[in-house]
T-cell receptor, first 110, second 111 residues
Framework: RKEVEQDPGPFNVPEGATVAFNCTYS??????FFWYRQDCRKEPKLLMS???SGNEDGRFTAQLNRASQYISLLIRDSKLSDSATYLC???????????FGTGTRLLVSP | DVKVTQSSRYLVKRTGEKVFLECVQD?????MFWYRQDPGLGLRLIYF???????EKGDIPEGYSVSREKKERFSLILESASTNQTSMYLC??????????FGSGTQLSVL
């Protein structure tokens, strides 16, 4: 089993839709969790950290479910500009233990 | 605004050449990283450095070396480039909260 698994997609949604991605992780000792966004042929950029209590940033909501070992990202009112690949990142503690998922591709259409 | 700058966006090299990839950050971060990204494999850590002149191997260090002579600069060296090192190379620096800031990447092709 991979350490961090994501559905590669693509998820095709119309503008204005709500879409959610999950990311599962295998190590129950994982401590830190992040979502990064990567546009085509560009570098990953931090979207948000994921806290135990869940957190929201505008149209984006991230949640952590330790019991089932997954994190989720919910995007409300999708925009064309949300089209990108979303990378899940999990850490066992310390930079050298950051593990990247292979990403979920989102395509938002008019 | 945070900035990580990689010296080249695209590079084409021949098998056996020595290749230098340079990275500079302006955030005064102690931690710097080199990753490679390949389709279907995600980002894999090659080397990282947590201080000047300090380096640690990542998951795939074979065929690579690094140099960190100054805090803001972290170089990746391919001693003898091979075709299986054709990839996107991403440099990053990291803050104390484990957040990474990436450069725009170098697409290296080894022929």
């Amino acid at each position: 089993r991979k350490e961090v698994e994501q559905d590669p997609g693509p998820f095709n949604v119309p503008e204005g839709a709500t879409v959610a991605f999950n990311c599962t992780y295998s190590n129950s000792a994982s401590q830190s969790f992040f979502w990064y966004r990567q546009d085509c042929r560009k570098e990953p950029k931090l979207l948000m950290s994921v806290y135990s209590s869940g957190n929201e940033d505008g149209r984006f909501t991230a949640q952590l479910n330790r019991a089932s070992q997954y994190i989720s990202l919910l995007i409300r009112d999708s925009k064309l500009s949300d089209s990108a690949t979303y990378l899940c990142v999990v850490s066992l503690g310390g930079f050298q233990k950051l593990v990247f998922g292979t990403g979920t591709r989102l395509l938002v259409s008019p | 605004d945070v900035k990580v700058t990689q010296s080249s966006r695209y590079l084409v090299k021949r098998t056996g050449e020595k290749v230098f990839l340079e990275c500079v950050q302006d955030m005064d971060h102690e931690n710097m990283f080199w990753y490679r990204q390949d389709p279907g494999l995600g980002l894999r850590l090659i080397y990282f450095s947590y201080d000047v002149k300090m380096k640690e191997k990542g998951d795939i260090p074979e065929g690579y070396s690094v140099s960190r002579e100054k805090k803001e600069r972290f170089s990746l060296i391919l001693e003898s480039a091979s075709t299986n090192q054709t990839s996107m190379y991403l440099c990053a620096s990291g803050d104390r909260l484990e957040k990474l800031f990436f450069g725009s990447g170098t697409q290296l092709s080894v022929l």
